[in-house]
């Protein structure tokens, strides 16, 4: 805990921990290093309670890198007017019925974000400004835990694989804007990457999926590629951290090391959050390693 303050690191189980007793309006710089060594260890940090302008939420992003702009989603980039860095997720619609968001009110599927670039986010967080009386929790999962379930022959085979990551589909489900749909795996737009990845700063390997749907393990068959996908993503749920959402919360995750999904929401409730993320400062690393957690 840093000198003169009182935050606190509370595990929220084998994914995941709140960061309790500080505001992130008026962050100390001791207290966002401490808070960046909880996020290294945990992948993903919750804060509780708090009171943030766009402005504040910009400010405490930035300790993080730079800010990456907003995806193209297939409703078309949404931020508020004078914040283009601020990405609205919301099913909430205007006065003249157009949509102040993106992503709507559906289910989610796991995938991490914007892995079919080339340099994708190394994090990204939600801010909840108004959340539904049910539904719409995300959970996240850890792709660290996962490599170690895994039998030391898969991992292995692994290693030396790069997998497509899929850019048609947002995480909604929708075409990307100037998209044109496309479901062969093999042709579809997207960028590969290293199945197992190393994280820059903790060193640890994750194994690095993105999403399921038109993923493509390279050079293989499309069946066999299919049929490995199928296996590596059974192992996806072993350590998974459900958050309810309640107005003030903030929680921050690791793009590399962790997956996040949506569960749906009565369409008749609001539900407005804020999301920034960080540049990816380089392309994801194959991860070198030796394995040791792996069975
Ligand atoms: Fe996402």
Known sequence: MPAGSKLEVAPLGALGAEIKAVDLARVSVAEVEAIKSAWYRHDVVVFRNQRLTDDDLLAFSRHFGTLDPPPNQGAGRKSPPGYPDIYVVSNVRDERGEPIGALGDGEALWHTDMSYAAHPPDASMLYALEIP????????????????????????????????????????????????????????????????????????????????????????????????????????????????????????????????????????????MHRTQIKGSSAPKRASMLLATAQ
């Open 133 to 272: 009386a049910h539904g719409g929790d995300t959970s996240f999962c850890s792709m660290k835990a996962a490599l170690t379930r895994m039998p030391k022959s898969l991992v292995e085979r692994l290693r030396g694989l790069d997998i497509k990551h899929d850019g048609t589909y947002d995480s909604g489900g929708y075409v990307r804007k100037g998209l044109t749909a496309s479901d062969d795996p093999r042709t579809s737009v997207g960028t590969p990457h290293p199945a197992i990845i190393e994280h820059p700063v903790s060193g640890k390997p994750a194994l690095y999926l993105g999403r399921r749907r038109n993923a493509y393990v390279m050079g293989l068959d499309l069946a066999e590629s299919e049929r490995l996908l199928d296996q590596i993503w059974s192992y996806v749920e072993t350590a998974v951290y459900r958050h309810r959402w309640a107005v003030g919360d903030l929680v921050l995750w690791d793009n590399r090391t962790t997956m996040h999904r949506r569960d749906a929401f009565d369409p008749n409730a609001r539900r407005i």
